[in-house]
Structure formats: structure tokens, C-alpha cells
């Protein structure tokens, strides 16, 4: 692992030649928040890139070193609409690679509902649900090849609550591989806005792979710029990058 320090930045970068490694810090901070905390607000991604942290998180669950008895979840987006029981459901997903296999109450789960009949709606719904919280203990954070956090898209501003968004043909054709075919991605979600991201008390962002190289670059170099809106965490108070080598080629 190598600490990197990006001049002018206050971002902790770390940057690991092996997965395994990379994702056991990761997890490191759930896992010593969560034992401290036994009612920790747990704020979560969906994506390929968290899937490595949940299968540590259901492991030291089942070694009982964790407890997910009194935790609450807040996961950041859902496509919209979607039905619940589809197996791309952003709802779906959390369940096949995590909220099934750990003991944390179903009452216990915040998500925005794809079922619900007026997305903005919605949008106010979850957005009073996050407002209660004060802000998550800790957040699990991907990002999108366009930089993307949640589905907050890149835009002319950062948008802070939560809101239906239209997706990007990037990120549409990135999330195709989950799909049959790209028609069949949704085109619209509600995602958690830069207000609650910006409130959790720790970011955790993790980053593999070399297309997400311009993105982390955009992110954590660059001035900040709603065009890349992982670039608001510059401003976030205690923010942990975790990236490979091919994600952090571009930021040296
Ligand atoms: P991925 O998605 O982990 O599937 O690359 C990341 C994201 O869109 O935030």
C-alpha cells in the first residue's frame, strides 16, 4: 500500500497493488465503526465495486465479530422505476450480496422505493428519512466512469437532495452488462444528492480498474467541478480513497 498526498487536497489516498488488501481496509473501517457503535447508520453502494467489502462484512458477521441487530442501512439510489423482485433492483442486489445473508432487521433497510407511484415524491420521502439521521456514520461510495457518486450525475451544479435524475449514456452503456441488452437499463433514478453524502461523518470511496482512472483523476486532482461530482468530496471533512493501481494511474 502507498499513502499518496495530492497537493492542496485533504482526501486520505490510499493505493494497493492487491485487491485483497484494499478491500479488507475498506472493510476495516466498517468493521471498527461497527463494533464501537452498535447502532451505526450504515450508508451503502450498489455496483460491482462494493461486492468484494460485503463478502468481508458477511464473513465477520457469521464469525460473529460483527452484529447487525441494531444497525440501519441507507443505501444511495434505485433505478426508477424498477419493480422490486427485478433481479437488477438496486433493492434486489443489496439482498442477493448482503442484506440476506447478515443478520440485519428488514425494518432496519432504507432505500428509495422504484415502486412508488411519483418519483419526486418519493424523493422528499427518503430525503426525510436521511434528514433524521443528522448524517450516516460512515458511507460506501463507487464512482461512475463519469464520475459520478450515487446517481448524482455530472451537471452544471451539485444538486444536495435527494432527486430523480436521468441517467447519462455512460453510465447507461457501463450498466449494460448487468442488462440483456442497453435499451432494457433504466433511464431515470432517485438517488441520494450531495446534502447527505456531504453529512455522513466518513466517506469510504473505492476505485478499480483503469476506467475509472480519469474519473478518480477528475475527482481528486482536478478543481472541483460539478462535472465531476465526486469532485464535492475535496470539501468533505473525512474522506478515505481506496484504489488500485489502474484506478489511481492518471493521478501521479
Ligand atoms: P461499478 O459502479 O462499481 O459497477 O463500477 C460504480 C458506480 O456507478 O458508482
Known amino acids: 500500500m502507498k499513502k499518496v498526498n495530492i497537493k492542496g487536497k485533504a482526501a486520505n489516498v490510499y493505493v494497493y497493488s492487491d485487491h485483497n488488501e484494499l478491500y479488507r481496509a475498506a472493510a476495516d473501517q466498517v ?12 450508508g451503502l ?3 460491482s465495486t462494493p461486492v468484494p467489502l460485503y463478502d468481508i462484512l458477511v464473513e465477520k458477521n457469521k464469525e460473529g465479530i460483527i452484529d447487525f441487530a441494531n444497525v440501519n442501512t441507507y443505501n444511495l439510489d434505485e433505478y426508477y422505476p424498477i419493480a422490486r423482485k ?14 440476506d445473508k447478515i443478520n440485519l432487521p428488514a425494518e432496519n433497510i432504507h432505500i428509495p422505493n422504484a415502486e412508488a407511484p411519483d418519483a419526486d415524491a418519493e424523493a422528499i420521502r427518503y430525503e ?12 460506501v461510495l463507487g464512482i461512475g466512469s463519469d464520475g459520478h457518486i450515487g446517481f448524482n450525475e455530472p451537471c452544471d451544479s451539485y444538486i444536495y437532495p435527494t432527486h430523480q435524475v436521468t441517467l447519462t449514456k455512460e453510465t447507461i ?18 438517488t441520494m444528492g450531495m446534502g447527505a453524502i456531504m453529512r455522513a461523518k466518513k466517506c469510504i470511496l473505492i476505485a478499480t480498474g483503469k476506467n475509472k482512472a480519469q474519473a478518480v483523476k477528475n475527482a481528486l486532482v482536478d478543481d472541483a467541478s460539478p462535472n465531476c461530482p465526486a469532485s464535492i468530496l475535496q470539501f468533505h471533512r473525512d474522506v478515505d480513497f481506496y484504489l488500485d493501481e489502474d484506478a489511481a494511474s492518471l493521478i501521479f
Open 128 to 139: 426525510r428519512e436521511l434528514e433524521k439521521t443528522g448524517g450516516v456514520d460512515i458511507q
Open 31 to 42: 468493521i471498527s465503526r461497527l463494533v464501537a457503535k452498535p447502532d451505526l447508520l450504515l
Open 45 to 47: 453502494a450498489t455496483g
Open 173 to 190: 452503456s457501463d450498466n449494460s452488462r448487468f442488462f440483456d441488452s442497453e435499451d432494457e437499463v433504466p433511464k431515470h433514478a432517485i
Open 86 to 99: 427485478d433481479p437488477n433492483s438496486f433493492v434486489q442486489f443489496m439482498h442477493d450480496n448482503l442484506f
